[in-house]
């Protein structure tokens, strides 16, 4: 079992940034992979980011040119920067890893995981 740990939200004012951490959680694990989703109110989960094993990114056009992922050297932690920020942005913000997306030493792990969650309030 990996716990990703997610820290970095908060309220902020529009226009202004933010940014969220994803680490999992144990000393033999690292990132190969991460989504970021996001779930406004009363709307469903939306994949805003995302940053593939061939260290490739790929955004949603609602946010292309304002948020960046990016990861860690030594691939601990994943990261969303995200910059310009609206009040459509609002919402609880979930890393994603998929199948494949971590390993632990050499092995890969086969499992999807979930960080807990993360909510971020742009203010108008």
């Known amino acids: 079992q990996v716990d990703l740990i997610e820290s970095g939200g908060g309220l902020v004012q529009t226009g202004g940034s933010l940014r969220l951490s994803c680490v999992a959680d144990g000393d033999t694990f690292a990132i190969r992979a991460v989504n970021w989703y996001r779930q406004g109110p009363g709307t469903g989960r939306e994949l805003v980011a995302s940053?593939?094993?061939?260290?490739?990114?790929n955004y949603a056009a609602s946010v292309k040119g304002r948020f960046a992922v990016s990861r860690d050297q030594n691939r601990k932690g994943v990261y969303l920067q995200m910059n310009l920020l609206e009040p459509e942005d609002t919402g609880v913000y979930l890393c994603h890893t998929p199948p494949g997306g971590i390993v632990s030493g050499s092995n890969i792990l086969i499992s999807e995981y979930w960080g807990q969650g993360n909510q971020v309030t742009v203010a108008s």
């Open positions: 940053l593939t094993m061939d260290g490739s990114t």
